[in-house]
């Protein structure tokens, strides 16, 4: 159904001979009423009262049904649930080396579980430092606080609003132990150039491919650049058991010891005792019978993502003023969402005024990405992270203070960033919309 809409759409435009694609058709002619000779230059906004470039916007259909009725109907034929030795946690982690090719993988509660762990197994503690953005997730951050460990973080690249490795590089002291990339929106780090700095300094490099499920970089899977790939399955991630994580690593150093750090720190391979201190981070098997019946899923919805978000940079790459999020062109973004700038000098109106007629011309978008770098938020001002107080600072472990932290190009982003939303059930002709309504509204703000 949708795809017959989308059909008779392209026609139509066929039939009024480009005509509509150049913005010559007034609003009236544009709904298929009436045919007009003399044209206005360009059709009032939508927001002013004209038509809106877009019709509809296709939606995501549920994203679940026969395979995961199978997995769990499979699963309440077993005569435990707990995940050690459970046949649909041994079938998602077996699928996950299809995405992700890792010797050890561990499966977990959430994506934010993945990352402690793998921040605990690096032996990261007390005063000790991570590099990382301000600009994702608190789930980046949470389980390096838990450690006593302080976030430090970088600036970021403007279009890729993926870290800057100079700044990363600029940032490090001798108390830094790690870097976590955070592949933001599915689009991949500098991979080469932090696993450099990271070797350089000795440090360890996770990867926070939360948002990146199916992403490449220059060809290899996202996660097998870094010594730790983390991995969310929470329900707006690509794949989705409603909640979970998978935290994967092939490093000796690190990947057999892993999964103590995400189960109370029981070593259920050599029995031993307790030797480290850890929480109770697993998944059980319902959630992975049905993440592993999503799995098979992912290539369709990374390719398609792929492709979608790719033509739209390819439609608005040309307006001015506009910049588009940047993809190398060797790498494989997986658009968890697409996020393009505006030049604020470029346009005569500001980044809401350009956000509100855009949402008006019916694409399905928001301002920005969060709210503000995670520095600003209350949290991190207070330094409050343990019941208002943040013991490692009191200690003098650490000097930070989140009051004086500024990553200017991080802020620029989240001020002037609008984000379209890409999803694997859009069309061509939905993206092609969405590039028109942009053009449309920049030359209107044009300065
Ligand atoms: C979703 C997300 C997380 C946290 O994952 P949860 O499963 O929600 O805990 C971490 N980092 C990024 C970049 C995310 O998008």
């Known amino acids: ?62 994203r679940w049904g026969d395979p995961e009725r199978e997995q769990l109907d499979e699963m309440l034929k077993q005569d435990s649930l707990f995940y050690w030795g459970g046949p649909r946690t041994r079938l998602l982690v077996e699928r996950f080396r299809q995405v992700c090719p890792l010797k ?23 005063g000790d430092e991570v590099i990382t953005t301000a600009v994702t997730d608190p789930g980046t951050v949470i389980g390096v606080l838990y450690q006593q460990a302080v976030p430090v973080f970088a600036d970021l690249g403007r279009s890729t609003y993926n870290l800057d490795v100079e700044d990363v590089k600029r940032r490090i002291t001798p108390k830094t132990k790690a870097i976590i990339a955070v592949h933001l929106g599915g689009n991949p780090c500098d991979l080469d150039a932090l696993k450099a700095v990271a070797e350089q300094h000795n440090l360890v490099l996770i990867e926070d491919c939360a948002q990146a499920w199916g992403a490449k970089y220059r060809g290899r899977p996202i996660g097998t650049v870094g010594h730790f790939a983390c991995f969310s399955l929470q329900d707006s991630k690509h ?7 998978i935290v994967a690593s092939s490093d000796e150093r690190f990947g057999p010891i892993m999964a103590r750090f995400g189960d109370k720190g029981y070593d259920r391979v050599k029995g031993l005792g307790l030797n480290v201190f850890a929480t109770n981070y697993r998944m059980s098997e319902p959630q992975a019978a049905v993440a592993a019946a999503q799995l098979p899923r992912l ?19 040309h307006i001015p003023g506009i910049l588009p999020h940047q993809v190398h062109p060797q790498d494989r973004c997986v658009y968890w969402f697409y996020m393009f700038r505006i030049e604020p000098k470029a346009f005569r109106g500001n980044r809401g005024e350009f956000f509100k007629a855009l949402r008006a011309e019916g694409v399905s978008c928001a301002s920005g990405y969060i709210g503000k770098p995670l520095y600003r938020e209350p949290v991190f001002q207070n330094h409050g992270f343990f019941a208002g107080r943040w013991p490692v600072k009191e200690l003098g472990l650490t000097t930070i203070d989140y ?45």
Request: hydrophobic letters at 40%; one cysteine or more; glycine letters at 10%.
């Open 1 to 62: 159904m949708r795809e017959s809409r989308s059909l008779s759409r392209r026609e139509f435009v066929a039939g009024t001979s480009g005509l509509l694609m150049t913005g010559a058709v007034p609003a009236v002619a544009a709904l298929g009423g009436e045919k007009t000779a003399s044209a206005p230059a360009q059709s009032p906004l939508a927001i002013h009262g004209g038509s809106k470039t877009v019709e509809t916007v296709p939606s995501l259909p549920r």
């Open 299 to 317: 290539e369709k919805i990374a390719q398609r993502r792929s492709e979608l978000g790719n033509l739209l940079t390819e439609k608005i790459a």
């Open 403 to 447: 009051t004086k932290h500024s990553n200017p190009e991080a802020e620029a982003i989240l001020a002037t960033g609008i984000r379209v939303t890409i999803h694997e059930a859009m069309t061509e002709d939905y993206i092609l919309d969405v590039a028109k309504a942009i053009e449309k509204i920049a030359r209107f703000y044009a300065a």
């Open 104 to 126: 050890y993988v561990h499966t977990c509660s959430s994506g934010t579980a993945a990352i402690h762990i793998a921040v605990a197994a690096a032996g990261i503690g007390p």
């Open 239 to 245: 794949v989705t058991c409603g909640d979970g994580g």
